[in-house]
């Protein structure tokens, strides 16, 4: 295989969720201008629908694809990661309007992309069985479960589970809002 056709192995997962993600992306802020207010719903559930899924889920087609694909470990977190860092970076650069960049900078701590990277991590957790089973059932030598991937499905299930018990969420806020009063002050 030539080096060309690895980076679009590699590559091209990336691209898809991408482009799902950019496209529902356009679709579900273009509903907005339709004026039927029946396609306007239809549109804005099916795109915003199909964003957040590409989005939250992207990660375990990726890691799966690239692992089936024989990429290394630091490779497919890496590549796993890609789609949801734009996705927080498109948020970031949002608050640029009304923020200092540094500021903003710190929006990448925020709870909702916590609970994002949890889980991106437990999806990696799965996308390691799944792609073990697709690799067993095309006669490769592979233990399907493992203790490494079901150690990282229970400790991110363990922390969303514990972080969200925990005053159903709110305390991680807390800590983003006390973290940002400290580090920029109060506001005032």
Same mark, same amino acid.
């Given at each position: 295989?030539?080096?060309?056709?690895k980076?679009?192995?590699?590559?091209?997962?990336?691209?898809?969720?991408?482009?799902?993600?950019a496209?529902?992306?356009?679709g579900?802020?273009?509903?907005?201008?339709?004026?039927?207010?029946?396609?306007?719903?239809?549109?804005?559930?099916?795109?915003?629908?199909?964003?957040?899924?590409?989005?939250?889920?992207?990660?375990?087609?990726?890691?799966?694809?690239?692992?089936?694909?024989?990429?290394?470990?630091?490779?497919?977190?890496?590549?796993s990661l890609?789609?949801?860092?734009?996705w927080?970076?498109?948020?970031?650069?949002?608050?640029?309007?009304?923020?200092p960049?540094?500021?903003?900078l710190?929006?990448?701590?925020? %709870?909702?992309? *916590?609970? +994002?990277? /949890? $889980?991106?991590?437990?999806?990696?957790?799965? @996308?390691?069985?799944?792609?073990?089973? &697709?690799?067993?059932?095309?006669?490769?030598?592979?233990?399907?479960?493992?203790?490494? %991937?079901?150690? *990282?499905? +229970?400790? /991110? $299930?363990v922390?969303?589970i514990?972080?969200? @018990?925990?005053?159903?969420?709110?305390? &991680?806020?807390?800590?983003?809002?006390?973290?940002?009063?400290?580090?920029?002050?109060?506001g005032?």
């Amino acid at each position: 295989m030539n080096g060309r056709n690895k980076i679009q192995q590699t590559l091209f997962p990336i691209l898809y969720v991408f482009v799902a993600a950019a496209l529902s992306f356009t679709g579900y802020f273009g509903s907005g201008h339709v004026g039927n207010a029946t396609l306007h719903q239809l549109m804005a559930v099916v795109f915003g629908t199909t964003y957040f899924l590409s989005i939250a889920f992207g990660a375990l087609y990726i890691f799966t694809t690239l692992y089936v694909r024989g990429k290394s470990l630091p490779w497919r977190i890496l590549a796993s990661l890609v789609v949801p860092f734009i996705w927080m970076t498109k948020e970031v650069l949002r608050l640029t309007e009304s923020h200092p960049l540094v500021e903003c900078l710190y929006w990448y701590f925020n %709870p909702l992309n *916590v609970w +994002l990277v /949890s $889980l991106m991590v437990l999806e990696m957790g799965i @996308a390691t069985v799944i792609a073990r089973s &697709i690799l067993k059932r095309r006669r490769r030598e592979i233990k399907i479960v493992t203790p490494a %991937p079901i150690a *990282v499905i +229970l400790g /991110s $299930l363990v922390f969303v589970i514990s972080a969200y @018990a925990w005053g159903k969420g709110e305390n &991680i806020y807390v800590i983003f809002l006390e973290g940002y009063r400290l580090i920029f002050g109060s506001g005032t």
